[in-house]
């Protein structure tokens, strides 16, 4: 049975999920598909597929919260500028260069239409991001603004 990548929680006024992996790069990478799949609907079909590209950017922080929040904050405007939603996390390879943790990513973004969008996400919470080690998985709970 394949280990869970992300769930849903119940939350008072915004959204929020758990995201686990093996290593920080598939927590970083689960994190992204779980955000990813609260902003986009399931696809409908269509004469003509939307449009895709790929996003690559590099993030860094001085603790992989931080981190995270940078990569997930930047996703959400990088798609809000480009008029696009985010469906996939393609690769994520994280190192540690000195005292900062650099994050490089690359990410599947979709064509924005009405019927696409599912959450407005307006921003990523990051008053609660904790990320936990359980030996060899990691997980984080991740509170986003909607």
């Known amino acids: 049975m394949q280990p869970k990548k992300y769930q849903y929680l119940n939350h008072t006024a915004d959204v929020s999920f758990i995201a686990y992996g093996s290593s920080t790069e598939e927590l970083f ?46 996703l959400l405007s990088e798609s809000d500028s480009r008029g696009m939603l985010p469906k996939q996390a393609k690769h994520v390879k994280i190192r540690k260069y000195g005292k900062d943790i650099r994050a490089e990513c690359t990410v599947l973004l979709v064509e924005k239409t009405e019927s696409d969008a599912f959450f407005d996400v307006k921003g990523v919470s990051p008053s609660s991001m904790k990320i936990t080690s359980h030996g060899d998985s990691y997980s984080v709970e991740v509170i986003l603004d909607v």
């Open 29 to 74: 990478s689960n994190s992204i598909d779980a955000m990813a799949g609260l902003m986009l609907n399931p696809p409908k079909p269509r004469k003509k597929g939307p449009k895709c590209i790929e996003f690559s950017f590099t993030e860094s922080a001085q603790s992989l919260e931080n981190l995270l929040w940078f990569v997930l904050q930047r």
